[in-house]
């Protein structure tokens, strides 16, 4: 048993004081409770970032001697991915602890709105730990010289010999092998990341330096979203990842079919199709209203160029030449906003479109709620959690028969679909809702049907801690 740590409670201010000593080992953790927060020394050493993270997060006996999952994040907290946090409270809800590693620690901005210091407090940030890392990887190297060998040519060969992503891979495994290292201290056999990219690396080589120290009963998995996950093979390698893993989540059964192009058909069975979820709890429906002297559309999402915002501004001033009373409001920061800024400029349509930038949650549920019309114009998408969000207040979508999208926006059902890149197409069918109010009414209340049917957060969540206590066992 590995020697106890010194934990702390968060008080209802997030403050913390000390409490009792807890026993850690690799099978079980004893005497924890809803709150306490146990700090991994790795982690927490100096030069290292935050390393206190919640160990149970569930009141039930059965869920006090389970062990937690490491969930391996990009970013976290962060107002863009809530969809995570949401997914996190409601796996733990389910009775399964999970221990959070973010690569990036959270922007200012993204620590302000409320909860988000216990979120951080409870997180450990692996490029904030680096030299943590390197000093494990180095002592991992050591210990076991001949089978670490095979984790380093593991990690280059995935470069494929390209130099820059050789060095990435490096910074992936000193990351992983902090990630190891908390994982052995801290009881962790299973590792979940979400996203293929950096994310899945970091939990696929962990694991196998983990399997290299001796734990050969460490096991990962993987949740695959969407474009970026597939743009670059050579650099995201599923075909690799997916063949180690003991499960990949794929959001969409569009990404779960991407994924199958790229791996052996004997692969296939442990793609599970896990759909993201919302808290429907906090989406309250009601009936698209009568509209007013000013008709508004909203869209929300990252301002890059899959998302097609270019072509909804195109659409929209094209509106704007025949009729006086329209609104556009796109929610969302990217790369894309200062190209979507010289487009609204060049249009001359200032006046009637704006970027508002991120907004907090309940922010983004006020527009959505003061809004006509809802509209995604993406090029290529997993299954938009902003669509979601959408139909669950009641807010008629138009979007594009692109990618996973059909799945939830079903044409004349559910939403208007239209050709991706047809801004023609785009303004038809957001005149069509705009001017036929039972049309409005009939998509909406389908809509907040089919969301509550695939999408509530908390059925979701049972559905990950199932997968990762069954699949993974």
Same mark, same amino acid.
């Given at each position: ?21 807890l026993s850690i080992d690799r099978r079980q953790i004893r005497r924890t409770d809803r709150h306490r927060v146990v700090r991994c020394p790795q982690a927490s050493r100096k030069g290292g970032g935050h390393g206190d993270v919640q160990v149970n997060g569930a009141g039930s006996r059965a869920s006090a001697v389970r062990s937690p999952v490491g ?41 302000c709105r409320p909860g988000a210091e216990a979120e951080v407090a409870r997180t450990v940030y692996l490029k904030r730990s680096l030299g943590a890392g390197l000093g494990a990887l180095a002592l991992q190297s050591m210990r076991h010289p001949l089978r670490m060998a095979r984790v380093w040519r593991l990690a280059v060969s995935s470069g494929g ?156 001033? %094209? ?5 006086? +009373?329209?609104? !556009? *409001? ?5 790369? /894309? &906003?200062?190209?979507? #800024? ?86 038809? %069918? ?5 001017? +036929?109010?039972? !049309? *409005? ?5 389908? /809509? &907040?049907?089919?969301? #509550? ?21």
């Amino acid at each position: 048993m590995a020697r106890p740590y010194r934990a702390s409670v968060l008080t209802p201010r997030g403050a913390k004081r000390p409490v009792r000593k807890l026993s850690i080992d690799r099978r079980q953790i004893r005497r924890t409770d809803r709150h306490r927060v146990v700090r991994c020394p790795q982690a927490s050493r100096k030069g290292g970032g935050h390393g206190d993270v919640q160990v149970n997060g569930a009141g039930s006996r059965a869920s006090a001697v389970r062990s937690p999952v490491g969930y391996v994040l990009t970013h976290y907290p962060k107002l863009a991915q809530t969809f995570i946090a949401g997914e996190i409270e409601a796996v733990e809800r389910a009775g399964q602890p999970l221990y959070i590693f973010a690569m990036n620690a959270p922007e200012v901005s993204e620590t302000c709105r409320p909860g988000a210091e216990a979120e951080v407090a409870r997180t450990v940030y692996l490029k904030r730990s680096l030299g943590a890392g390197l000093g494990a990887l180095a002592l991992q190297s050591m210990r076991h010289p001949l089978r670490m060998a095979r984790v380093w040519r593991l990690a280059v060969s995935s470069g494929g010999g390209h130099p820059a992503r050789i060095v990435r891979r490096l910074s992936h495994l000193a990351q992983a092998a902090l990630v190891a290292r908390c994982a052995e201290r801290e009881g962790i056999e299973r590792l979940h990341a979400h996203f293929g990219l950096a994310p899945a690396t970091i939990v696929w080589l962990a694991t196998a330096i983990a399997r290299a120290s001796g734990r050969d009963d460490a096991k990962f998995s993987f949740t695959i979203h969407g474009f970026h996950d597939f743009f670059d093979a050579a650099e995201t390698r599923l075909d690799l990842k997916a063949a180690d893993a003991a499960a990949v989540f794929c959001i969409s059964d569009f990404t779960r079919s991407q994924l199958c192009l790229t791996t052996d058909p004997g692969l296939w069975p442990r793609f599970h199709v896990v759909r993201c979820g919302i808290d429907l709890s906090t989406f309250a429906y009601r009936d698209p209203p009568t509209l007013g002297s000013r008709r508004r559309i909203v869209a929300l999402g990252r301002l890059s160029p899959e998302k097609g915002f270019a072509v909804l501004i195109e659409a929209v001033a %094209a509106l704007l030449k025949r009729r006086k +009373d329209l609104d !556009l *409001r796109i929610i969302g920061e990217g790369q /894309a &906003r200062g190209a979507l #800024e010289a487009q609204i400029a060049a249009l001359g349509v200032g006046h009637s479109i704006s970027l508002t930038g991120e907004l907090a949650p309940d922010e983004v549920r006020h527009e959505l709620g003061a809004s006509d019309v809802f509209s995604m114009p993406s090029f290529s998408e997993g299954l938009p959690i902003s669509i979601m969000e959408a139909m669950a207040v009641g807010v008629p979508v138009v979007t594009t028969w692109v990618a996973g999208i059909p799945e939830l926006a079903r044409d004349g059902s559910t939403a208007l679909t239209v050709a991706p890149s047809d801004s023609a197409g785009m303004a038809k %069918a957001i005149e069509r809702l705009l001017d +036929d109010g039972p !049309l *409005r009414l009939r998509l909406a209340r389908a /809509a &907040r049907t089919r969301v #509550e049917q695939q999408h509530d957060i908390n059925r979701c969540g049972e559905t990950v801690a199932h997968l990762l206590r069954g699949d993974m066992a």
